[in-house]
């Protein structure tokens, strides 16, 4: 956990004091920068598939925490919450019904839930469906490097996880960079590996297509 920020440590104490916070799991790159110290990331993004009242957790959140609201929704909360030395730390609650492919992984010193490598691989592969940004391909390459995974692991996790998912626009989604290239701000470790993420995924997209034919 060395690359959260102090705030994001009293950040994430202070979440957990939520009544129901033991029925969410971190995802997310936070959850990867967690266990593996990949990169910096922002924000805390927080899901259940349970069917919890959300505005009883928001009521709550209003009580305990001094926090600047985003967006409050039945199924969705995002706000940003004040530490101590005055900075913002943005967290997410969402209901996201689907399964998990592992179990999750505890962490005792937040009782914190993280889900695992093959859910959070899963879930960057729809933010690059959907438009993905660098950090999206930088997590989801990262994952792929680290755990040995191809394409073809990749496809049967996922459509285990999100049923009838298309697969093929995944495929196209995953070789353009466009709109990722166009971000203002990327870091560090990203942008020196982004002509290799960019490499990779190119080459097994062709392998993947190859094996098709």
Not at 83 to 107: C, D, G, M, Q, R
Request: charged letters at 30%; hydrophobic letters at 45%.
């Amino acid at each position: 956990m060395e690359l959260l920020t102090p705030s994001q440590k009293e950040a994430l104490y202070l979440i957990s004091k939520i009544d129901e916070f033991n029925k969410f799991y971190l995802a997310g790159g936070t959850a990867l920068t967690i266990k593996y110290n990949h990169r910096v990331s922002q924000d805390f993004d927080f899901f259940t598939k349970e069917i919890l009242n959300f505005e009883k957790i928001a009521q709550e959140i209003d009580i305990k925490f001094s926090i600047k609201w985003i967006s409050r929704a039945k199924d969705t909360l995002h706000f940003l919450i004040n530490t101590a030395n005055n900075e913002l730390v943005s967290i997410s609650f969402f209901y996201y019904p689907y399964k998990l492919l592992k179990p999750l992984e505890y962490l005792a010193v937040y009782s914190l839930n993280l889900a695992s490598d093959e859910d959070i691989a899963c879930m960057k592969v729809i933010a690059i469906t959907q438009r993905g940004s660098k950090k999206d391909f930088f997590d989801l390459w990262f994952l792929l490097k680290k755990n040995k995974w191809n394409l073809f692991i990749l496809k049967n996790l996922v459509e285990e996880k999100y049923k009838n998912f298309p697969f093929w626009i995944f495929l196209k989604a995953v070789t353009f960079f466009e709109d990722a290239e166009k971000e203002e701000y990327s870091q560090d470790v990203i942008e020196r590996n982004w002509q290799k993420i960019k490499d990779f995924f190119r080459k097994e997209v062709k392998k993947f297509y190859l094996t098709q034919i």
